[in-house]
T-cell receptor
């Protein structure tokens, strides 16, 4: 079964508007971390934001915020005041806390195109 | 530099040749990971190092793939007798430790093309 599901293959957003990227996850581990990465056309994976399963508050980093709904197992990324430089592929990823699980499991990604 | 570096950035090889991909993690990071990104498979985990040992090799697709890490720093991923299906971007990442809360920071990747 897919551990991370991103249902939006592509999205268009107008410059200066906000956009929400969906991510749902599947795990039975009570301890896990959720991550969002940005991959521009240059190819590098850039870390954006992290949310831990025990965190009480939603994570925020500048224009990025994570809408964490634990009961629904969703971790949506919100990008506020979109900029042209935000055009990229965005990946949601999870790392489970089990002692033998070190890898990140990634979703398929969402391509965001910001229009001027 | 401060980030993860990888070399070469691009590698074109002929089917059947061996290739070596290099990763230089962030200084002080004890954990190192290799992933592969291809069109059909998305992002796949290959192998994980803690220090110089590799407790998790579960993602290596075949025995043609091997990796080592020396001095708790640089890692080399070797693909022997390359096949066209090995064509992909190979990404290396590092983190302070193996804890699930630790962010993995990625390098720019090596784009491998097997002709």
């Amino acid at each position: 079964a897919q551990k991370i599901t991103q249902t939006q293959p592509g999205m268009f957003v107008q410059e200066k508007e906000a956009v929400t990227l969906d991510c749902t996850y599947d795990t039975s581990d009570p301890s896990y971390g959720l991550f969002w990465y940005k991959q521009p056309s240059s190819g590098e994976m850039i870390f954006l934001i992290y949310q831990g399963s025990y965190d009480q508050q939603n994570a925020t980093e500048g224009r990025y915020s994570l809408n964490f709904q634990k009961a629904r197992k969703s971790a949506n990324l919100v990008i506020s005041a979109s900029q042209l430089g935000d055009s990229a592929m965005y990946f949601c990823a999870m790392r489970e806390g089990g002692s033998n699980d070190y890898k990140l499991s990634f979703g398929a990604g969402t391509t965001v195109t910001v229009r001027a | 530099g401060a980030g993860v570096s990888q070399s070469p950035s691009n590698k074109v090889t002929e089917k059947g040749k061996d290739v070596e991909l290099r990763c230089d993690p962030i200084s002080g990071h004890t954990a190192l990971y290799w992933y592969r990104q291809s069109l059909g498979q998305g992002l796949e985990f290959l192998i994980y190092f803690q220090g110089n040992s590799a407790p998790d090799k579960s993602g290596l697709p075949s025995d043609r793939f091997s990796a080592e890490r020396t001095g708790g720093s640089v890692s080399t991923l070797t693909i022997q007798r390359t096949q066209q299906e090995d064509s992909a971007v190979y990404l290396c990442a590092s983190s302070w430790s193996r804890e699930s809360t630790d962010t993995q920071y990625f390098g720019p990747g090596t784009r491998l093309t097997v002709l």
